[in-house]
């Protein structure tokens, strides 16, 4: 009978901290989606880029790779870049025009 007892209390104690983590795991998820677009810019694929972004960079920032690309509302664009010989990623903004904003 007392076997039976701790086993059973065993068995639960399992049961409980399997959906504590779960839980954990769910609530780290979201704190890291609010992360992302707390500025208000979504990430897109450097693919979406309009021509004029990709082409601003190209010729701005020779050496340069687009490493992450975001999007806002209002159709301006953060772009974290790649720099030749760096450790740390640049970012900068630009508008759909390719033309460089300070933000």
């Not at 409980?16 to 992302?36: F, I, Y």
């Amino acid at each position: 009978m007392k076997n039976l007892l701790m086993t059973a209390a065993a068995a639960a104690m399992v049961l409980t901290a399997g959906n504590m983590n779960a839980q954990s795991a769910q609530a780290q998820e979201t704190v890291e989606v609010e992360m992302a677009t707390q500025d208000g810019f979504k990430e897109i694929k450097a693919s979406q880029l309009p021509e004029a972004v990709t082409s601003a960079v190209e010729k701005d920032f020779k050496g340069a790779s687009i490493a992450k690309a975001f999007m806002n509302d209002q159709k301006e664009y953060k772009l974290m870049l790649k720099m030749e010989g760096a450790s740390e990623a640049k970012t900068v903004y630009a508008n759909a025009k390719g033309e460089w904003i300070k933000k």
